[in-house]
Every structure is written in C-alpha cells, then in structure tokens.
C-alpha cells in the first residue's frame, strides 16, 4: 500500500481502550478459569510463539521495551523506543470471534506493510519508523510506565509443595521450618506404610520434606523481569514473556 493510503487505514483503526478484562491472559476466556491465569497451556504457549514471530516490527522500530494486553473491545501494544522517554501505544479494534493472538498478527502484519512502504518511498529506515510512530496514541505516559518490574520468585519444586499439601505463600512465612514440619507430620500420618499407607507416597513425600527443609535454610530465587497482567518484550533478547506471578516472595 501507499504511504497515504496507509496511514488512513491505520487511522481509521485506532480507537480508545475500553475498561480490562479479567480471564485468561492469552484469550480472555472467563469461562471455569477459578484462580488460573490461563485457560490451558497451549493457549498461553500459541501466544507466545505468536508474539515472538512478530519481533521483526520491533527490531525495526528499535523498541527498547513492549507491553501487549488486550480487552473484550481493543488490543493494545505499548512500546518505549531507546532513547525515547515516552510511551507510543498502538490501539486497534478486536475482531469478531478472533483470538487476541490472530488481532496482534493482524496488526502486527499492517504496521510491519507500513513500515516497509515508507521505507522503500524515502530510502531511509529513520523515516519509516518516525512515520509509523506517528501513527501510535500518544498521551504523555511517561517511560517508567513501560519499564518492567523486577521479581523474585522461590527456586522452589513446585511437587514438594504439593506433596506436603502447602501453597506458595507458605514461603514468605517468618516461621517457614514449623510449617514445613507440621505438614509433613500431618502427610506422615496418613502415608506411612506402617499405618497401612502406600511406600512410594510416602518416599515423595519425605523427599517433598527434605527440599523444603534445606530451601528454608538456604533460600534461592530466580529473578524475572516483566508485568503481572500484560505481556513483555525485551529490546535486548527480542523476546517476549508471559505476565509474572503478582507477589514477591521476600
């Protein structure tokens, strides 16, 4: 397409956000989601894999960071370019029935075709991303907007905790080793093959007993940048990750 043709198609597609959605956060469903973030691995994983196959746009726009998000109306890719210290924000409209997956390729396919027409119009790569930043909402968010947070999460198995029957935020507790114990002890009395249990159980959960036993004393984490409910790109491994847990474990 022409430059000017282009650009009309862009602005005829730009609209406000309208309010979040709450759902899963590759496709929006709502339906039997109870407290996952999403609906089915696959889901999460064919999002992913569309996002990283579109980084071509970024790379060209020289995006430092990217966030992707999208409500039941919109989709919406925030990008904070180097040496920028404002955030552009593509805004386009979801379509019927379509995946949020399938609108960022479409939206991803059309600034990417704009791009390479300004480009081969003036010969200069500079131009052809001025001009499809021209085409971004701007509304004065400022850059630390779109820098990602930094989290800490336990290098913990996620089976020794399921063993033991303990969740996540067991593991901020000041008194970690009592919790630990009294939840071995209770799967102990249930699962000991002297009181009739079964001894692979049993073994799992004493194994379960140990790993959290020398976390406690010697904690590990592993550090994760990004969101909790918005998808992120790094400019510098022009990768995208899925939005992180909501809280930090101290």
């Known amino acids: 397409m022409a430059g000017r043709s282009a650009k009309k198609t862009i602005e005829d597609c ?18 039997d989601m109870g407290r996952r973030k999403y609906c089915t691995i696959e889901c999460r994983q064919r999002l992913r894999r569309t996002l990283n196959m579109r980084t071509g746009l970024l790379r060209a726009l020289n995006v430092r960071y990217a966030a992707f998000y999208f409500t039941d109306d919109t989709i919406i890719l925030d990008v904070l370019a180097f040496g920028s210290k404002e955030i552009s924000s593509f805004i386009y409209p979801r379509s019927n029935r379509k995946k949020p997956a399938d609108d960022f390729s479409r939206m991803a396919d059309m600034l990417g075709n704009a791009w390479w027409n300004e480009r081969k119009r003036t010969n200069k790569k500079y131009l052809a991303s001025r001009w499809v930043f021209e085409q971004a909402h701007h509304n004065g968010s400022q850059a630390d907007q779109v820098q990602p947070l930094e989290i800490r999460i336990p290098s913990v198995k996620g089976r ?63 550090r994760r940048r990004g969101f909790p409910d918005k998808w992120f790109y790094d400019g510098e491994t022009n990768r995208w990750v899925q939005p992180t847990p909501h809280r930090e474990v101290a």
């Open 14 to 31: 730009k609209v406000v956000p309208a309010a979040g959605t709450a759902g899963c956060l590759s496709c929006g469903n709502r339906q």
């Open 160 to 222: 020794s905790l399921i063993h033991l029957k303990l969740g996540k935020s067991v593991l901020g507790s000041k008194e970690l080793h009592r919790v630990i114990k009294s939840a071995y002890r209770k799967q102990a009395m249930k699962h000991h093959p002297d009181r009739g249990g079964d001894s692979a159980a049993f073994r799992k959960i004493h194994q379960a007993y140990q790993e959290l036993i020398q976390w406690a004393e010697s904690p590990t984490f592993v």
